[in-house]
Each structure stands twice: as structure tokens, then as C-alpha cells.
């Protein structure tokens, strides 16, 4: 069984650009998260899809962060535009509908720097 | 409010040796998951602790759970080159939130 995966992994853009990342998460997996790690602090929460809806996007930090998926399979997420800060480690994760919470299957992340 | 707090932030041991790293919480858990990060790959579930378990092995994992003193342990035994990563509690957010909370992390490094 294929893991999540994240494209690209490592990502470096201008200030003021836009960037997509994208997950796809493992097959029949309804749940889909996005979380973040900037330099030196946690790895904290965006959001949470449950098939294609958002189910709770209470850690997207502000409109300059929107995350898509349709069709329920694979979520994009874009930084638009992009400022020093967004720069971190940014992780994608899915569990199935009913799994314990907590059990969730972390992808590789992809390294957004923002110069 | 931080959840999920490890200590210590760095922790280096000769290979064979076992690690012991903490975690505490500040609020109520249904449970309490420990993950692993190699450098530059994504976070890699270890093990899972409801909060009606005070312990549970895996392998060479040992994961004690105090709801008392909200705290956590992760013991790894006879400690391996490849166990060199950082190590990461996490919790749920809240009843019912299927966010997770994660610490800053221990940093372990086992030297050969």
C-alpha cells in the first residue's frame, strides 16, 4: 500500500509569489489533514478535510493560505502571496473515517522556503 | 496553552544504551501517540496510549501514561544508530477534534 505523498518536497520561492503544494493521501482514506512546522516551534495544525469538505480549517493562519480538494482524493494547498514567514516544513497526513484519532499517516512534507 | 511539551529538548546516548524521553499535557486525553522524524522524512506513527492504559510495549518502545500528572514516557531500549531521530507526543485538541497537538520535540542522536 502506497504511503502519503507530498510534491514537491522541497520548494523555494520569492517573497510575493505563489506556491501549491499538493498531498495525496493513502487510497480510501476520507480524512485529510494539513499540518505545518515553521523553524524551531511545534508542528501545528491547519486543517482537516473529511472527503472534500473542511471539516475544521481553525489553523490556517490567514487568507493568504487556501486549501482545495475536490473530488475528495488529493488536496493542493496554496500560499498566495507568499511571505518570509510561511517558510517551514509543511505535512500532510490521512486516516480513515472511524480510526482512533490519532492515527494518522504522516507524508514526507514538503520544505517551503520563502527568501 | 501547550500541549504535549517534551523534554529533554536533546538527548545523546551511546548505541545499546536505553532512552527515556518525557511529555507532559496541560488538558483532559482520550490518548496520547508518540511519532518519529528521520531527518528530512515525514513523521512516523510509533505507538498509541488510551487514557485508560498506564503502559504499552512495542518492540523496543515502552510508553507509560499518568493522567494524574498529565505526563507521558517513551523508553526505547537498547538503543540503535537508526533510532537517531527526533521524537514527537502528540494529542488530541479536544473531545471529539481530530487535530493534533504536537510538542517541540526531542532530538535524539545514539552514537555508534
Known amino acids: 500500500e502506497a504511503g502519503v505523498t507530498q510534491f514537491p518536497s522541497h520548494s523555494v520561492i520569492e517573497k510575493g509569489q505563489t506556491v501549491t503544494l499538493r498531498c495525496d493521501p493513502i487510497s480510501g482514506h476520507d480524512n485529510l489533514y494539513w499540518y505545518r512546522r515553521v523553524m524551531g516551534k511545534e508542528i501545528k495544525f491547519l486543517l482537516h478535510f473529511v472527503k472534500e469538505s473542511k471539516q475544521d480549517e481553525s489553523g490556517m493562519p490567514n487568507n493568504r493560505f487556501l486549501a482545495e480538494r475536490t473530488g475528495g482524493t488529493y488536496s493542493t494547498l496554496k500560499v498566495q502571496p507568499a511571505e518570509l514567514e510561511d517558510s517551514g516544513v509543511y505535512f500532510c497526513?490521512?486516516?480513515?473515517?472511524?480510526?482512533?484519532?490519532?492515527?494518522?499517516?504522516f507524508g514526507p512534507g514538503t520544505r517551503l522556503t520563502v527568501t | 496553552s501547550q500541549q504535549g511539551e517534551e523534554d529533554p529538548q536533546a538527548l545523546s546516548i551511546q548505541e545499546g544504551e536505553n532512552a527515556t524521553m518525557n511529555c507532559s499535557y496541560k488538558?483532559?486525553?482520550?490518548?496520547l501517540q508518540w511519532y518519529r522524524q528521520n531527518s528530512g522524512r515525514g513523521l512516523v506513527h510509533l505507538i498509541l496510549?488510551?487514557?485508560?492504559?498506564r503502559e504499552k510495549h512495542s518492540g523496543r518502545l515502552r510508553v507509560t501514561l499518568d493522567t494524574s500528572k498529565k505526563s507521558s514516557s517513551l523508553l526505547i531500549t537498547a538503543s540503535r544508530a537508526a533510532d537517531t531521530a527526533s521524537y514527537f507526543c502528540a494529542t488530541p485538541s479536544g473531545a471529539g477534534s481530530y487535530q493534533l497537538t504536537f510538542g517541540k520535540g526531542t532530538k535524539l542522536s545514539v552514537i555508534p
Open positions: 488538558t483532559s486525553i482520550n490518548n
Open positions: 496510549i488510551r487514557s485508560n492504559e
Open positions: 497526513a490521512s486516516s480513515q473515517v472511524g480510526a482512533q484519532v490519532g492515527e494518522q499517516y
